[in-house]
């Protein structure tokens, strides 16, 4: 199945425009696209209207304030940050105090080269001394360039869409939202929560779980569309045995059957396409599957490996909502049963009756048991 593999996209990239995302917007299949992209996608559609996703084509609502509504794809706007900031040259970042302090006077501007994770804050030597020393304990800092790793980004703080100068510290399981301290006397009292990271060591138990189940799928479909072209070759080897049957039988009986033989050859021609159409079908739905599975076991492992304790709390509902969708989709219940084709050649000596190339049947294969159909001459 190299076409579904293929398809397994660059996470910073939106799907429709190929370009690196801009205010990428997350849709409940968990694919992200440029809000902008999606305002074009969908210029005919209104709020409330049921669309599908332009990439796996699973159905979503526009909400109510339009596609601005649709949540913002924090894991997919960290990867872009981080690919931007690599991109830099750290002999030009200059350093953010600095920037800040000198107002117009841009001489007095330091060169950063150092990164403090606590203040997410890019630093002159100067400038993130006073941070080696704070009274609540030495802040994480690192070399510039290392807020880059994956390990330093899942340190980074993440602040409460409410109080956005607390930082969340806790995870309501019954809102499935992050929060801080604050709201937690105010609308998680009689919930159950936990500390932000406990959370995240649950959640990703069962983001593992899930994926884990998927993965499993993937092999199962993965199996079934090999039995299936192999099938669908097989159907083909034995159209062109039939074919050549035909042609031997009617040559047999020179220009008084090249009309038979012609009408004979359309009709194995007409059956070959309608089940190579239904093949198709099959297989396309297939691949779709696929690529929904390795879309999402891709997005969980990016959030996995990459993603904060927060992230992976705020996506874990969905994944798992996602993944019982995919589990319980058995795509593999769609099946293409080939039919069994032959040519029955008529009696050459009997070249006076009107049916004289033959009869194609059609057998298809069925549980219990065997449906053969007559397909007359025409």
């Known amino acids: 199945m190299a076409t579904a593999v293929s398809m397994i996209l660059d996470l910073t990239k939106c799907p429709i425009c190929l370009e690196v995302f801009d205010n990428p917007k997350s849709l409940t299949?968990?694919?992200a696209f440029c809000l902008q992209c999606l305002k074009d996608y969908f210029k005919d559609n209104y709020p409330g209207d049921d669309v599908l996703c332009p990439l796996c084509r699973k159905e979503?609502?526009?909400?109510?304030?339009?596609?601005?509504?649709?949540?913002?794809?924090?894991?997919?706007?960290?990867?872009?940050?981080?690919?931007?900031?690599?991109?830099?040259?750290?002999?030009?970042?200059?350093?953010?105090?600095?920037?800040?302090?000198?107002?117009?006077?841009?001489?007095?501007i330091a060169t950063a080269t150092t990164y403090c994770v606590d203040c997410d804050q890019k630093?002159?030597?100067?400038?993130?001394?006073?941070?080696?020393?704070?009274?609540?304990?030495?802040?994480?800092?690192?070399?510039?360039?290392?807020?880059?790793?994956?390990?330093?980004?899942?340190?980074?703080?993440?602040?409460?869409?409410?109080h956005t100068d607390k930082q969340?510290?806790?995870?309501?399981?019954?809102?499935?939202?992050?929060?801080?301290?604050?709201?937690?006397?105010?609308?998680?009292?009689?919930?159950e929560t936990a500390e932000i990271t406990e959370a995240a060591k649950t959640?990703?138990?069962?983001?593992?779980?899930?994926?884990?189940?998927?993965w499993s799928l993937i092999h199962n479909v993965q199996e079934k569309?090999?039995?299936?072209?192999?099938?669908?070759i097989e159907f083909l080897t034995l159209v062109d045995k039939v074919k050549s049957e035909i042609k031997v039988t009617g040559n047999k009986i020179k220009e008084t059957v090249d009309n038979q033989v012609t009408v004979q050859l359309d009709q194995v021609d007409m059956?070959?396409?309608?089940?190579?159409?239904?093949?198709?079908?099959?297989?396309?739905?297939?691949?779709?599957?696929?690529?929904?599975?390795?879309?999402?076991?891709?997005?969980?492992?990016?959030l996995l490996d990459k993603g904060k304790p927060s992230d992976i709390t705020v996506s874990a509902s969905e994944l798992h909502k996602r993944a019982l969708e995919l589990l319980h989709d058995d795509v593999t219940t769609v099946q293409y049963c080939p039919a069994h084709l032959?040519?029955?050649?008529?009696?050459?000596?009997?070249?006076?009756r009107l049916n004289l190339i033959g009869v194609v049947t059609l057998a298809l294969k069925k549980q219990p048991g065997t449906c053969t159909i007559i397909l007359p001459n025409t």
């Open 342 to 352: 032959t040519f029955t050649p008529a009696d050459v000596t009997q070249v006076k």
């Open 168 to 191: 969340i510290e806790l995870y309501c399981y019954d809102c499935n939202e992050n929060f801080c301290l604050m709201c937690s006397d105010v609308k998680h009292r009689q919930h």
């Open 60 to 108: 979503f609502n526009i909400p109510a304030d339009g596609l601005d509504g649709l949540q913002h794809h924090f894991i997919v706007q960290q990867l872009v940050d981080a690919q931007k900031a690599s991109s830099e040259e750290a002999n030009e970042v200059p350093c953010e105090v600095c920037l800040h302090e000198s107002g117009e006077d841009l001489d007095k």
């Open 225 to 232: 569309a090999q039995e299936k072209e192999i099938e669908r």
């Open 123 to 162: 630093l002159c030597e100067q400038c993130s001394r006073p941070h080696r020393r704070m009274k609540g304990g030495t802040h994480q800092l690192r070399s510039l360039g290392a807020e880059l790793e994956p390990e330093l980004i899942k340190l980074r703080r993440s602040y409460c869409d409410k």
């Open 271 to 302: 059956i070959m396409s309608e089940h190579a159409e239904r093949a198709a079908k099959v297989e396309e739905s297939y691949e779709l599957a696929l690529v929904q599975m390795e879309s999402f076991r891709t997005y969980s492992r990016e």
């Open 203 to 214: 959640c990703s138990q069962q983001i593992n779980f899930d994926a884990q189940q998927v």
């Open 29 to 31: 299949c968990l694919h």
